[in-house]
């Protein structure tokens, strides 16, 4: 069983940044490949960015390319996601999740643990 808890969330203006932190409970976080994914009001779950679980390998959504970063640091038990040049677009609830995996896989379905949220709202 593994417990997820994000923070970092907030109001933002558009071209802003916002670095988002997700701490896993547990001493196997290194043994789950991480990632984000977010949820827009009215709007299906969608894929943001996943990374391996010992990080060297990384995934993203065609849409946050170059302005979003994953990273992790298993000593911390922590997945991060630093997200610059914000969007009106990026205003959703952001969750992270854990694949049992080697990673970094973008579907949802391959993912067996999730957090509760963090909203991040950019103002345009």
């Known amino acids: 069983q593994v417990q997820l808890v994000e923070s970092g969330g907030g109001l933002v203006q558009a071209g802003g940044s916002l670095r988002l932190s997700c701490v896993a409970s547990?001493?196997?976080?290194?043994?789950?490949?991480m990632g984000w994914f977010r949820q827009a009001p009215g709007k299906e779950r969608e894929a943001v960015a996943a990374?391996?679980?010992?990080?060297?390998?990384?995934s993203y959504v065609d849409s946050v390319k170059g302005r979003f970063t994953i990273s992790r640091s298993n000593a911390k038990n922590t997945v991060y996601l630093q997200m610059n040049s914000l969007k009106a677009e990026d205003t959703a609830v952001y969750y992270c999740?854990?694949?049992?995996?080697?990673?970094?896989?973008?579907?949802?379905?391959?993912?067996?643990?999730w957090g509760q949220g963090t909203q991040v709202t950019v103002s345009s």
């Open positions: 999740a854990a694949d049992r995996g080697y990673g970094p896989r973008l579907s949802q379905s391959d993912y067996d643990y």
């Open positions: 547990g001493r196997t976080f290194s043994s789950y490949a």
């Open positions: 990374i391996s679980r010992g990080g060297s390998a990384t």
